[in-house]
T-cell receptor, first 110, second 116 residues
Framework: QQQVKQSPQSLIVQKGGISIINCAYE??????FPWYQQFPGKGPALLIAIRPDVSEKKEGRFTISFNKSAKQFSLHIMDSQPGDSATYFC?????????FGTGTRLQVFP | KAGVTQTPRYLIKTRGQQVTLSCSPI?????VSWYQQTPGQGLQFLFE???????NKGNFPGRFSGRQFSNSRSEMNVSTLELGDSALYLCASSLIAGIVNTGELFFGEGSRLTVL
């Protein structure tokens, strides 16, 4: 299956809280899992990425957790800030195609 | 270094018309991909071009077509527009074809098409 299922569709978090976005996939041939961040009026930009031989990757306040056996991965945003308000897309690479999830709109309120 | 440039940024068409969108990739990038973004559907892959050749194609009807020029600039065309074609069309460039090596796509700000 060439799908990536992303949830939730929208997320509201208070400043300082933890934002968690989940993604699931079926194709075990996927070999690269990036997250893209998109601000209104802008194109998506690579935020952080992980390969399936690693269970966790952290960059600043952003962490990807990867569960290969469950075929799930998630993005955790610690100490969420209003500036993090954006749409987040998970993705998975199969062959030389990048399959995107449907996106999560995150709103962080002060 | 200039980013990916897409023109026009906004356009309004009526059903049955056709539209051409343009994309200039980052200098040195030879691969250009096109995506359709709609609420609830996320980013749907249209096609990818590398060295003027289409390398990959998504599941879109033949009304959607594209091409790439020798300077890596790309255009996509949608003929016989339908209401459902209203979307943000994003172009992305990468250094090497299929993002196999770099794993990163650099997106433009998109062309927002409204079909009335």
């Amino acid at each position: 299956q060439q799908q990536v299922k992303q949830s939730p569709q929208s997320l509201i978090v208070q400043k300082g809280g933890i934002s968690i976005i989940n993604c699931a996939y079926e194709n075990t041939a996927f070999d690269y899992f990036p997250w893209y961040q998109q601000f209104p009026g802008k194109g998506p930009a690579l935020l952080i990425a992980i390969r399936p031989d690693v269970s966790e990757k952290k960059e600043g306040r952003f962490t990807i957790s990867f569960n290969k056996s469950a075929k799930q991965f998630s993005l955790h945003i610690m100490d969420s800030q209003p500036g993090d308000s954006a749409t987040y897309f998970c993705a998975a690479r199969g062959g030389d195609k990048l399959i995107f999830g449907t996106g999560t709109r995150l709103q962080v309120f002060p | 270094k200039a980013g990916v440039t897409q023109t026009p940024r906004y356009l309004i068409k009526t059903r049955g018309q056709q539209v051409t969108l343009s994309c200039s990739p980052i200098s040195g990038h030879r691969s250009v991909s096109w995506y359709q973004q709609t609420p609830g559907q996320g980013l749907q892959f249209l096609f990818e071009y590398f060295s003027e050749t289409q390398r990959n194609k998504g599941n879109f009807p033949g009304r959607f077509s594209g091409r790439q020029f020798s300077n890596s600039r790309s255009e996509m065309n949608v003929s016989t527009l339908e209401l459902g074609d209203s979307a943000l069309y994003l172009c992305a460039s990468s250094l090497i074809a299929g993002i196999v090596n770099t794993g990163e796509l650099f997106f433009g700000e998109g062309s927002r098409l409204t079909v009335l």
